[in-house]
């Protein structure tokens, strides 16, 4: 059985990763400032990542918890721009995601997945993006303190996988989270789509989440990638092609998009690590 460490498992997408890859053969540990939901199928340590001894001990063994670690999974971050003033959220999640790289690195793990963000592609896009869908070929657009730090990160990631050429170090670009709870209010964007136009009206249900994670932790590749994970669909009943010719009418669409496809591509975490999200909103909206 693979021991994988998850920071930030306690929140709202660690706890869907945890209850996924539990469900799917892996011994998984917790690490978090904020305790775990009742029941969760992992063991827990309160851990603060932005101290790299503790880092260093959750990646390594913790006294008579566990030993030896195959893999990291890393979400803890404060997950957002504004919910925190914006050195705070820098400093946080900056530093913990070099600890978790570095600590790595020491106890020989080289499988590395981690949270990257839909932001690095342009967010809020007040600029257009360059080209429809979005992907991964142009140069990331950081246009908050959040998203420059997920830059950074990714950035990191590369010189980490340069200083250790078998290592892997995936970054999955989350679009914006869903549980099922969310979708409720999802039928009453259409009255308004410039509500979700920050985003091209994308989502991901945190079930489909953790399986890019997992489709990311088991992958063959090595070296630094990111991969956009989002939702086949969008979050609206207009068809993407109108939307985009409506809100963004000098930004080219670079192949057809069919009815609701998403306007965050896929195809990257499709063709590579053999991402195939199952879960939608129609089937919940309430
Ligand atoms: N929620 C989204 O829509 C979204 C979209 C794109 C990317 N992401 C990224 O996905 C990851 C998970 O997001 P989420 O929505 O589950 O966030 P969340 O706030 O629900 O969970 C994050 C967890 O990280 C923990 N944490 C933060 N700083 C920590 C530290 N220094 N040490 C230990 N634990 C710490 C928090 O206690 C929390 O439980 C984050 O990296 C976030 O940036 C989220």
């Given at each position: ?14 706890r ?27 063991r ?53 995601t ?35 869908p ?16 997920k ?9 980490f ?6 290592a ?12 099922v ?19 091209l ?34 979050v ?37 690590l053999g991402?195939d ?7 919940h909206?309430?």
């Amino acid at each position: 059985m693979s021991r994988v460490v998850v920071t930030g498992g306690s929140g709202k997408l660690g706890r869907a990763v945890v209850t996924h890859l539990a469900e799917h053969g892996y011994d998984v540990v917790n690490v978090d400032t904020a305790p775990p939901p009742p029941g969760q199928p992992a063991r827990f340590t309160r851990v603060d990542l932005t101290d790299l001894g503790q880092v260093t001990e959750a990646l390594t063994g913790i006294d008579d918890r566990y030993d030896g670690v195959d893999a990291v999974v890393h979400l803890a971050a404060i997950p957002a721009p504004g919910l925190r003033p914006s050195g705070a959220t820098f400093a946080n999640n900056v530093l913990s995601t070099h600890h978790v790289f570095s600590a790595a690195r020491r106890a020989g793990i080289r499988n590395v997945v981690w949270a990257s963000s839909e932001t690095v592609l342009g967010l809020p896009f007040e600029t257009p993006p360059p080209y429809a869908p979005v992907d991964e070929e142009y140069t990331v657009r950081p246009e908050s303190t959040y998203s420059l730090g997920k830059a950074v990160e990714e950035e990191m990631a590369r010189h980490f996988a340069r200083w250790d050429p078998t290592a892997k170090l995936i970054g999955l670009r989350f679009s914006n989270v869903m549980e099922v709870e969310d979708y409720a209010e999802f039928p009453s964007f259409e009255q308004d789509p410039r509500r979700r136009i920050w985003n091209l009206w994308g989502y991901i249900d945190a079930r489909d989440g953790a399986l890019a994670v997992q489709r990311a932790l088991e992958s063959d590749l090595t070296g630094a990638e990111a991969f956009i994970v989002a939702s086949p669909d969008t979050v609206m009943t207009t068809p993407s092609a109108d939307l985009l010719a409506r809100y963004f009418p000098d930004v080219p669409l670079t192949r057809p998009v069919s009815g609701t496809e998403t306007l965050l591509s896929i195809d990257k975490a499709r063709s590579l690590l053999g991402f195939d999200p199952s879960h939608t909103w129609r089937n919940h909206a309430g």
